[in-house]
């Protein structure tokens, strides 16, 4: 379930090609591909139908319909271009299907799903949770959705965060902060990005020192934060990271000396050795956002033990070749979202939170 992205695909016929891919490591997880020619209500989507236009421009489609008639759209028998998308750590390619979806009281017909026949470093399928046309969101018409994630010391095990489309609002106890306008230049990926204007960084209540320039989202999608689902690890742009970084060194330096050693293997950083430390004590973590709303993070959800638990790291990363240069300054990662009450509220754009054991 990915917040930073729309196309809803899943592994298309016997065939599908996978290279890296991170499948669930239990058997019992692993879904079998999807095979079109077994349902009655699938069908390629064609170059005149308006779903086309989800993952070609204009021009690209003016070019696949060049022999169809526009007066006669039912007419054309030419499929919709095959679809190829990137994402933080792969990709994926295949062709777009018209299918119905089917919940346990709702049939939703003419759903648009992605058939993919090959992905790089992808997990079994995505549903995308973005502000695009294809999302699962849009195609239902859905005026909230809310997820609540689990810890990831779950990770291995077979239990599954909760999700709720549509139902009651959380307010009581729900914090809340705007969704701000999506840009209207730049990279295209960032018309789906749910961006929210995020005022400051407290490190142990302490104001971190940040350009507020990174902090504000331009016309084009450069700087300002999005909330994405689909990131593991909170990504900062550098100029933003090193000051949090450096208040963490400053305010735990006098009891616990950092670990190069380490941060240079892990890729994660500052890192401390609380080593014969019974109770560990770190700065408390808070993000502020715009309307009052206030984010304070349990440890948990911004340190990492390592190293046979001696080892407390950051979890927290910096560009550097980062595949969001460019982009948003801060992804707020599920990490940091874990044993969060996340509320997306479509229909009065505005994110809520609250602390909630998932």
Same mark, same amino acid.
């Given at each position: ?103 346990? *009281? ?5 759903? +648009? @799903? !992605?058939?993919?026949? $090959?992905?790089?470093?992808?997990? &079994? =399928? ?39 489309? *549509? ?5 009581? +106890? @729900? !914090?809340?902060?705007? $969704?701000?306008?999506?840009?209207? &230049? =730049? ?172």
């Amino acid at each position: 379930m990915d917040t930073g992205s729309s196309l809803v695909w899943i592994p298309c016929t016997h065939s599908y090609l996978c290279r890296n891919c991170s499948f669930p490591s239990q058997p019992s997880l692993q879904n079998p591909p999807f095979i079109p020619k077994f349902s009655s209500s699938s069908k390629l989507v064609g170059c005149t139908n308006p779903k086309c236009s989800w993952l070609s421009d204009s021009d690209s489609l003016q070019s696949i319909c060049r022999g169809c008639n526009p007066n006669s759209p039912l007419n054309c028998s030419q499929i919709c271009s095959p679809y190829f998308v990137l994402y933080g750590s792969g990709s994926t390619g295949g062709l777009l299907l018209s299918e119905t979806l089917v919940f346990p *009281e709702k049939r939703i017909p003419d759903f +648009g @799903v !992605g058939c993919s026949l $090959f992905s790089t470093r992808m997990p &079994a =399928g995505i549903a995308g949770f973005g502000r695009g046309p294809a999302s699962l969101p849009s195609q239902l018409g859905l005026s909230r959705f809310a997820y609540c994630l689990l810890s990831h010391r779950f990770d291995d095990t077979t239990n599954s965060s909760s999700l709720v489309l *549509e139902g009651g609002s959380g307010e009581d +106890g @729900v !914090g809340y902060t705007p $969704f701000l306008q999506n840009p209207t &230049a =730049g990279n295209p990926s960032f018309s789906e990005y749910y961006y929210v204007g995020l005022r400051k960084v407290t490190v142990g209540g302490k104001s971190v020192k940040i350009p507020y320039r990174y902090l504000r989202s331009g016309s084009d999608g450069n700087g300002g934060t999005i909330v994405d689902s689909g990131t593991t690890f909170t990504f900062m742009e550098r100029h933003l990271f090193e000051p949090v970084a450096s208040e963490f060194v400053t305010q735990v330096g006098s009891r616990y000396k950092t670990v190069s050693e380490l941060e240079s293997r892990v890729g994660l950083r500052p890192c401390f050795n609380v080593s014969g430390d019974i109770s560990v004590t770190l700065p408390k973590l808070a993000f502020h956002f715009k309307g009052g709303a206030v984010m304070e993070l349990p440890v948990a959800n911004y340190f990492s033990l390592v190293a046979d638990l001696e080892v407390a790291c950051l979890t927290i990363v910096a560009d550097g070749g980062s595949l969001f240069s460019g982009g948003p300054s801060i992804v707020l990662g599920n990490f940091q979202q874990q044993n969060f009450y996340m509320e997306f509220d479509l229909k009065k754009l505005r994110l809520g939170f609250r602390r909630q054991l998932c």
